[in-house]
């Protein structure tokens, strides 16, 4: 009868971590959407881990990556909820003044996927290859790209409320590296003594 796949998720309706974001701040927001659909963002992870997840060889690799990319969707919310914060009740001046006007020619006041020089997002961000070893060392550069970015983007950013949120987006960059890097080394073992692939 084959494998059966047994798939769980649970929305929970609340963000990983709170957002009180109470300060308007249009360029901040033109640079933070880069993290839901830039090349190192979020909505990116999530779709390259659960594409990636298949080509595991055991329950444990395909729970980690299934895992991983559904605490990334929790991620890409936040980001999105984010930008709607420090761009709540924003002018067409103000927006114009952010180079948001583009934007908002296209879009509106709507979170629309893109990097921060609004160039939308693409799958073409990501490779899967179906090699155990190059797509998760794929996974490493992409937590390890996305780590770079938040703290770029904590450099430039000022106010605590949006600092804060930032610093936890990059720690957990930093745990998802640490368990794809485990899981690598768990691997490479296993294939080293002959027990896999």
Sequence with gaps: MGRKWFIMFKYQKML????SIKKRDLKMAKLIITQLGGYAGELGASLRYFSHKFNMPDDKGRSLL???ATEELGHAEMISTMVHMLTKDATLEELKEAGLEGMYTEHGKGIYPSDANGVPFS???FASTGDVFADLSEDMAAEQKARAAYERLINQ??????????????????????RFKELYDFYRKQCNEGKMI
């Design 123 to 125: 799958a073409e961000t």
């Design 16 to 19: 990983p971590y709170p957002l």
């Design 66 to 68: 299934n895992d991983i």
């Design 157 to 178: 950013a000022t106010d605590p409320d949006l600092i804060n949120p930032l610093l936890f987006l990059r720690q957990r960059e930093i745990v998802h590296f640490n």
